[in-house]
DNA sequence: TCAAAAGTGTTCCGAATACACCCATGC
DNA sequence: GCATGGGTGTATTCGGAACACTTTTGA
């Protein structure tokens, strides 16, 4: 087969129309932390094809739109949160994953605290819902696909991250933190070796409050602190674990 | 702005038409080593836009192609090479970066090893070269921006997975793959230090074979055994450093 | 006083680091 | 012999793993 130029086809605006075919969409696996679970948003599609099935967040880039913007964009419209982590994580392309026609997805991820998030009304989505990622209704299209690679992305960037803090409220207590780490990576830490590593990050501020109200001795809430961290983060520190 | 339904597009095909008018190309950042120094290929322009300028291999994808095999087929086509390394990295699809239109490109990233590649004569290329990538010529379209996002994945996956063997003739000195590393990641290992924890991994075969010529004694060759990783990795062994 | 979780300290082990040193070859 | 890189051994340090223990609250 012979190879197209790539970006010259002023000349030639016939082949260039030709090949200006491609649609293309933005898939946003959000990821929320509820009752010590990784839950991930779905939508109930209301419309063919794959009515009354379950599908990633996602919709067509603008012609007017970068990627990043598109993702903001579609995450906001259903959850009325801004400023949510996000990152591309890779892109879905194979001929035959759209019905309609040649439709290439960029896959995204984010975090969201689920006590801010209050779903939208869409006229794209009939209603949403928050699964647990092992307990997976069938998506639609090639979701599944994403989903599954948008949690590997997660477990690996979890590690080397401090991604975590982006799933519970400000103030946390270092068992939760733990928790939630060993919610997404699947196996337990040793409670105290957890203390003393991510303390000894020196990415913690522990604040005078305490959990009230709880049967038991209350823990110590503290918070993450970004400037910290990306301070440190200039000066070669890599977060591990 | 109103979100637009995704994937249901039938019942309104001018819409969708509307949407369906991206471009959509792959570029490679092919990497590979030379004289103890990492090189990436670039290609002259031999048309408009960027005539004479540098830029990345890479081409729009065919209407029946997947990504994955469109990425291939530019590989192939430059080098004559099939079977190698390839990894997608990043998409970038600002509004602005292709003068003639919006045209999304995936990145690519591959390896290959030096003493295999023969330049391939082509229609869209007036002539080829192995750069430092250190020493860049001012690049094509955003081209800078790929490369530079192709680096940091080659830095962060090269620690983390055997990809620096791909670089290598398949039989190689211990210093040799030292030099490899320290040439991607910019700093020195100890030499005994990276000998022992390289081979107590044990996914290198020490082979009979012995240098020769050389002005001082000779080091023994070794090979990757490919075999031995996948096994390994399938019971939770990951390669580090 | 008991359950339940918060929080601390200590020991042990293995891996990473930092070196010092010897070996084989060509010239 | 000597320059050059190949290759080995060891002492030390540091961080992680394992685990025992104390503290504080609500009921």
Redesign the interface.
Known sequence: ??????????KNQDI?R????????V?CVVFGYQQGQIKVLLVE?D????KGNW?LI??????????RESAS??LT?LTGLTNIFME?F??????DR?P???V?T?GYYSLVRSKDYHPIA???AKSTKWVNIHELPEL??DHDNILTKGVETLKKSVRRRPVGFELLPTKFTLLELQALYEAILGYKFDKPNFRKKILAMDLLVPLEEMQSNVSHRPARLYKFDLARYEGLKKQGFVFEL
Do not use: C
């Open positions: 087969m012979e190879a197209i130029d790539t970006y010259n086809l002023t260039f030709e090949y200006l075919q491609f649609g293309l969409s898939d599609r419309m063919e094809p794959f599908a996602g919709d067509l880039v603008h012609p007017k739109e970068d990627l964009r579609v419209s591309q890779h892109t879905f392309g194979t001929q759209h309609i026609g040649r290439v960029v869409s006229s794209w639609a299209f």
